[in-house]
């Protein structure tokens, strides 16, 4: 298990995390979400022990982890970090990127293993190129899938698929956190991405103003969304007098109601349309599906 406890830390004067506490359990999917700069690579980091912390301790298992003060080399042997700013050696391929830390004892085994990590981040036929020659989303995979050659306890992702094309993101993320599953990886993920949480992590925190805002199970957030920046994480809401905060697909259009709304422009979405709307003079949002006239009544329905 990884334990956080009281932690607080600041670069200058003013703390960018405060009294902070959780913990992970072994094999778990953690995620860390906030607003950009409200610290999420900074605690990733501190977790590294790249840091010294102005109060509190971090463990993983019974072993403190501990900052530069304490340590020649950072980072912890059982534990990496793909930074959000990822260094690979440029010069060689991706198969010796990958391979750069693996023993060359079994020379085959090393050979199988940068296979399946190939596979993993679906680069296998890019294997004998050299990294310089890369996109920033292929170097990208090629930091996770050399984090990850030598099987680490725990791996401490930063946005890792932020600089990953929608054409790849989907599958990529499907199978790097399948793989991380099926290894018994503990893994903490600091994303702005809805999708790299709702379907893959067990458990979520909320950073804000040096707290932490929320904690839950990623559905339960969802489901209660306790303040509307937790509402805006997941997708598109209103505020409604007398039912609080309701997401746009909770609201659908009815034969009749009280909640009268006037249609002031839809938004093509693929498999819907977000309808923009009046209601009582404040906007409302809602999702259907077929545009609907500029000017037209509806009549919506909260769905719970
Ligand atoms: P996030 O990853 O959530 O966007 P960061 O952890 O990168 O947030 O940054 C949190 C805050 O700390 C920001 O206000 C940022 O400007 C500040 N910060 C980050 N790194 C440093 C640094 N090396 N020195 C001083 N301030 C920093
Ligand atoms: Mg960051």
Redesign the pocket.
């Known amino acids: 298990m990884l334990q956080v406890n009281n932690l607080t830390f600041q670069?200058?004067k003013?703390p960018?995390?405060k009294d902070i506490s959780f913990s992970v359990k072994t094999g778990e999917h953690f995620s860390?979400i906030?607003?950009?700069?409200?610290?999420?690579?900074?605690?990733?980091?501190l977790i590294y022990g790249t840091?010294d912390l102005n109060e509190g301790h971090i463990f993983w298992k019974e072993n403190e982890i501990l900052g530069p003060k304490y340590n020649l080399i950072i980072g912890p042997k059982y534990m990496k970090y793909v930074a959000?700013e990822f260094d690979l050696m440029p010069f060689i391929t991706v198969a010796e990127n990958i391979g750069a830390f693996l023993s060359n004892f079994y020379p085959e085994e090393k050979q199988t293993r940068i296979q399946e990590l190939l596979d993993v981040i679906e680069l296998t036929s890019y294997a004998n190129i050299k990294v310089k020659e890369l996109s920033g989303g292929q170097k990208q995979r090629v930091a996770i899938a050399r984090a990850i050659a030598k099987q680490p306890e725990v791996l401490l992702l930063?946005?890792p698929f932020s600089h990953i094309d929608n054409f790849k993101k989907q599958s990529l993320r499907r199978n790097l956190f399948k793989y991380l599953k099926e290894k018994n990886i503990t893994c903490i993920v600091?994303t702005?991405d809805k999708d790299d949480v709702l379907s893959f992590s067990d458990h979520m925190i909320v950073?804000h103003e040096a707290k932490i805002m929320a904690t839950g199970k990623p559905q339960e957030l969802y489901k209660n969304p306790e303040n509307k920046l937790i509402a805006s994480f997941f997708d598109e809401f209103n505020e409604i007098e007398n039912h609080g905060i309701v997401y746009a697909n909770q609201l659908k259009v009815v034969e009749n109601s009280n909640l009268k709304a006037t249609v002031k422009q839809s938004f093509y979405k693929g498999s819907y349309y977000l309808i923009e709307a009046d209601l009582d003079g404040k906007k409302v949002l809602f999702e259907h599906d077929a545009e609907l006239q500029t000017g037209i009544n509806t009549y919506l329905s909260y769905l719970k």
């Open positions: 670069y200058k003013q960018i995390l860390v906030g607003e950009s700069g409200s610290g999420k690579s900074t605690l990733l980091k840091f959000q930063d946005e600091a702005h950073l």
